[in-house]
């Protein structure tokens, strides 16, 4: 990869346009080198992290509809009631077990064979969650304090987890 890098910055450096396609290159150098160590993890193991986290964030919002979490602490503080909180939090509650069970299959807890073409749709799937992912654990530290403390870091622990998932060679 570095002859790659410096062929590209002497053939650039002619024509006065070098530091975009270096960085570019040396970006991709570094990525794959962390995906390498990102893959060294164990799947399964790393399912069961996620899982876990989102077991967390399924009893912080049923604490929250039994009024045992205030409905101010989560949402960013900005629900009018519990009544709306309540909504919100069932709401998130189908998400979180849609996830668990999307991580069941994709960690392989739950062994099923996926053709290439499943594979591939699934990789998908969870490749386009990422972005999502990252901006929940970004709402999580602009929200409230129990969101700053608690909640981030279960989002964190979710996203990083869901990394070492999506980048799973499934086919």
Avoid at 74 to 93: F, H, K, M, Y
Avoid at 123 to 136: A, C, K, N, Q, R
Avoid at 150 to 165: E, H, K, L, Q, W
């Amino acid at each position: 990869m570095s002859s790659l890098i410096l062929s590209f910055s002497t053939n650039f450096r002619k024509n006065g346009n070098q530091t975009g396609v270096v960085f570019l290159f040396c970006f991709l150098e570094v990525s794959s080198t962390m995906l390498e160590w990102i893959r060294k993890f164990d799947l399964r193991k790393t399912g069961i992290v996620n899982i876990s986290a989102g077991l967390v964030n399924i009893l912080v919002h049923i604490f929250v509809i039994l009024s045992i979490v205030p409905y101010q602490w989560v949402n960013g503080g900005r629900t009018e009631s519990l009544e709306a909180a309540c909504q919100i939090s069932v709401s998130s509650i189908v998400v979180a077990i849609v996830g668990i069970l999307i991580t069941l299959i994709a960690s392989r807890i739950i062994p099923i064979r996926l053709n290439k073409f499943w594979g591939i749709v699934l990789t998908v799937i969870l490749v386009v969650l990422l972005p999502l992912s990252l901006f929940g654990v970004v709402q999580q530290l602009l929200g409230t304090m129990f969101e700053k403390c608690v909640m981030s870091i279960v989002a964190a622990v979710g996203f990083c987890t869901a990394v070492r998932i999506a980048i799973e060679k499934r086919w």
